[in-house]
Structures are given as structure tokens and as C-alpha cells.
């Protein structure tokens, strides 16, 4: 159950407060049709403007509230516009059409799982993904609202991709563990890293330059070629400061571009 209020202040055109207009509320698409109130936010069944005989206040305030499609009874939908009329012996009628009651962002309705509002984009979430997050906290371990699976390592058939690791493997790795193995996986593929070397460090008659490569490799494959003549040139001496870095010894300074491949 959600209401929100609508207020509004009835004066003159010098701003003067006008006491004892009659306010009445109708559906914007349907002027003849007087929309549902509440004369509170929480409490009361829904009435009409004409019912409690709406008017404006000693400062020319009048309120009430209008319930949303939550509402158990006398509630309007999120795109509902409504019409305010207001009149009095002695002054001009007047009236507002289009009113817009409810905000641009409307509420979650967690509940709303695949309903035809379910998708639509008129929150800060839908209520779709509402309903899979609320159905994600309030899951137990073995729902699995991922998909995954508890790892069986008792199991070495399992090799279905539904775990963070598969039965079969986790029962290799406990087998070797048992028997005081070797654990052999297998694994393909390198890493890549690019590099144009424009400065070297100077020392004696060579020049040097350390490439941080992050490849965690002590001994990666290294690639020079001369930037301007398109030439693969071999370095007069390469090091393996760490798994890291790699240090390359030139003969002279030229503009380089390094592969290193580990």
C-alpha cells in the first residue's frame, strides 16, 4: 500500500488566501468521473472530493491523498493523470488538467516476476530482476539460485561444467594427494606484451632497458626490431631480473619494438 499527497494553496491574484473553495478531483481521461482520495496517508477507505465536501482552509490550503496500484482498494495505475476543478460565489473557476501524482521512479514490486509490467523500465530496477535479487537472499544453499552445484569429489564421471570445479578433477586432485602424486594439468596458450622502447640507459659503450612484462615468467621469449628499418635485431645480451622483468643489452640507441611472449 503506497498514497501519495497532493497539496495545493488557493489565493487570489494578489496572494491572498482564499477560505471555503470547493475542490473536486476527477480521472483526467474521464473529467465527468471523480477519482478516489484518502483524507489520510495510512488510515481510512478511499472517498470522493465531494463526499467530505474538499475545501480550502482559513490560508487557502487544501490536501488529501491519492493510493497507487498497491493499494488494496481505490488505487490507480503508475500512468493514471488526474483533473482538479475548484470554484466559489464571488471568484473565477479554475481547473488543472494532466495532474501527475506519482513520481518518475516508482516503487518494486518484488512479487512481479513475469507480469506485463515486470520489464519495464520505470525504476531503478525492474521488477523482474527484483524478483530474482529477493529470490537470491532469501534462497538456502541447496536452491543454487546460480545454477552451481555442490562438488562431489567422490564422484570422478561428473565432468559437467554446473561447479566451480568439476567432480572429475576435484577427484584427481584428492587421488594425488592420497598417493603422494604429482598433480599433471594440462594448459595452452601464452601471454603477449608490446613494447616501443624510444630511450636506453646508458653503461660504458652498451645501452640497456628494463621491461616490466608482469608475465610472472623467468625466462619469457623475446622479440627486438628496429622501428624504422622493420628489422628483427638480436640483443647483445638478455636478462631475467625476475619473473617480471626482463633486462635487454643493445650495442646502440635506436627506437625499438619489443615482444615478449611467456
Do not use: C
Not at 241 to 247: D, E, L, P, V
Amino acid at each position: 500500500m503506497s498514497r501519495y499527497q497532493y497539496w495545493q494553496y488557493i489565493v487570489d491574484e494578489d496572494g491572498r488566501p482564499l477560505e471555503g473553495v470547493n475542490i473536486r478531483f476527477y480521472l483526467n481521461d474521464n473529467p465527468n468521473v471523480e477519482a478516489d482520495i484518502f483524507i489520510s496517508p495510512t488510515l481510512g477507505a478511499p472517498t470522493k472530493t465531494s463526499i467530505v465536501d474538499l475545501e480550502s482552509d482559513e490560508n487557502g490550503y487544501f490536501e488529501f491523498w491519492v493510493g497507487d496500484e498497491f493499494e488494496s482498494i481505490g488505487g490507480y495505475s503508475a500512468t493514471q493523470r488526474f483533473r482538479l476543478t475548484w470554484e466559489r460565489a464571488g471568484i473565477l473557476e479554475g481547473a488543472i488538467d494532466n495532474i501527475d501524482i506519482f513520481p518518475m521512479v516508482f516503487s518494486v514490486d518484488e512479487s512481479d516476476q513475469s507480469g506485463l509490467t515486470s520489464a519495464q523500465r520505470n525504476k531503478l530496477i525492474s521488477n523482474a530482476l527484483a524478483f530474482k535479487w529477493d529470490n537470491h537472499v532469501n534462497s538456502t544453499f541447496a536452491s543454487s539460485p546460480h545454477g552451481l552445484q555442490p562438488v562431489d569429489w567422490t564422484d570422478d564421471t561428473d565432468d559437467t561444467y554446473n561447479k566451480l570445479i568439476n567432480n572429475s578433477i576435484l577427484n584427481y586432485v584428492f587421488s594425488v594427494i592420497a598417493s603422494a602424486g604429482t598433480v599433471s594439468l594440462g594448459v595452452s596458450g601464452a601471454a603477449a606484451r608490446y613494447f616501443t622502447i624510444e630511450s636506453w640507459n646508458a653503461y660504458g659503450e652498451y645501452f640497456y632497458i628494463d621491461i616490466l612484462h608482469g608475465l610472472g615468467r623467468n625466462y619469457p621469449a623475446v622479440q627486438v626490431v628496429e622501428q624504422s628499418t622493420g628489422n628483427v635485431l638480436i640483443p647483445y645480451h638478455i636478462v631475467s631480473i625476475n619473473s617480471n622483468t626482463t633486462r635487454i643489452w643493445v650495442s646502440r640507441e635506436f627506437v625499438a619494438e619489443v615482444t615478449i611472449i611467456g
